[in-house]
């Protein structure tokens, strides 16, 4: 299936290469995966060369794209941590096939699954990032897989989609201005997501205080492009049309009674301002068997802009002590 267009100036190699030594195309490659609905390809790419960690990383949406990553630039190269940026099925740099029966949470598991198997990560060096989305992926995958990881964590998502929808109805909605939200409740029950008052009553009223905490206009380009390039056609399915609280498939997920399943060093990375409660951050963190915290007091959902420098010393204090490398506390 072929991608939608990128923008100028992106080298074909960057887009396209399917050989074997990601060496030879900067780190790129496009890793063909199998579904029940036909094979296609996935974009990945690799930074660094580390043989005891390596960091895959999940983004959001579902539909989103990896670029918001992009800070981890500035922070995993000097850490020495080996880190991947992949782009889901049905996200912009990977194949977008139109097939709804693709957007399914087992089938994103053994998305990844595949994934890990052709870049060659083991128990031996493998830890999972999911944020958003892709928490809820990174913990479905630990629960199917978790033999084959070494750590794992949960980045700003709730273990819980009616916790999640309480804490919005309960916590922010009451915040908002109410006429905006009741012209958003409005447009939401005719499903008109795509009239141009209801993105910009969101963003004015809720995504600047709880998704990220900068002033519109001068969001970084990473977040605007993962804005621009969202897939609806994956993302209104799953999560519903909004980040106000979860109304698609994902509406009763609940895996709260699993957490003590997973034996793996976990750490869950929470935010004040963010749209998930930073309470049930913490908790689930001592639900886990092995788990630990990192609250960010300044942060919202996308604390690894809005509070940086706490996002990513907690981070790579955590990988560094679950491997035992210098710097670590193991």
């Known amino acids: 299936m072929p991608n939608r267009e990128t923008g100028a100036g992106v080298p074909a190699s960057y887009l396209d290469n399917r050989g074997r030594d990601d060496r030879l195309y900067g780190g790129v490659r496009r890793i063909e995966i199998e579904t029940p609905h036909g094979r296609f390809k996935v974009w990945t790419r690799r930074f660094g060369n580390n043989p005891r960690i390596k960091l895959l990383l999940l983004h959001g949406g579902p539909g989103a794209t990896h670029e918001y990553f992009a800070p981890c630039d500035s922070y995993l190269p000097a850490a020495e941590i080996e880190y991947y940026f992949y782009d889901q099925l049905g996200s912009h740099f990977s194949d977008q096939p139109d097939i709804d029966a693709l957007w399914d949470l087992p089938r994103f598991v053994d998305e990844v ?105 001068s969001w970084p380009d990473p977040v605007e492009r993962a804005f621009r390039y969202l897939n609806q056609k994956v993302y209104i399915p799953m999560q519903g049309p909004s980040e106000l609280g979860a109304s698609g498939r994902l509406a009763h997920w609940d895996r709260l009674a699993d957490l003590q399943r997973i034996t793996v060093p976990t750490l869950s990375i929470g935010a004040r301002y963010d749209t998930m409660d930073p309470a049930h951050m913490a908790r689930i963190a001592r639900m886990f068997r092995n788990g630990r915290s990192l609250d960010l007091p300044e942060g919202s959902h996308m604390a690894m802009f809005d509070d940086q420098e706490r996002y990513f010393a907690g981070l790579i204090d955590f990988l560094n002590d679950v491997d035992g490398s210098p710097g670590g506390s193991a």
């Open 113 to 217: 699954e595949q994934v890990r198997v052709a870049l060659g990560l083991d128990a031996s060096n493998f830890f999972l990032l999911g944020h958003s989305w892709g928490g809820i992926l990174a913990l479905e995958y630990a629960l199917a897989h978790q033999q084959h990881l070494k750590g794992l964590v949960i980045s700003n998502m709730m273990m819980s989609i009616p916790e999640y929808n309480r804490y919005a109805e309960q916590v922010l909605m009451p915040t908002m201005d109410q006429d905006a939200l009741a012209q958003i409740k409005r447009m939401e029950a005719a499903q008109d997501y795509q009239h141009p008052r209801y993105m910009a009553l969101l963003m004015q009223h809720h995504y600047v205080q709880h998704v990220l905490r900068m002033p519109l206009g």
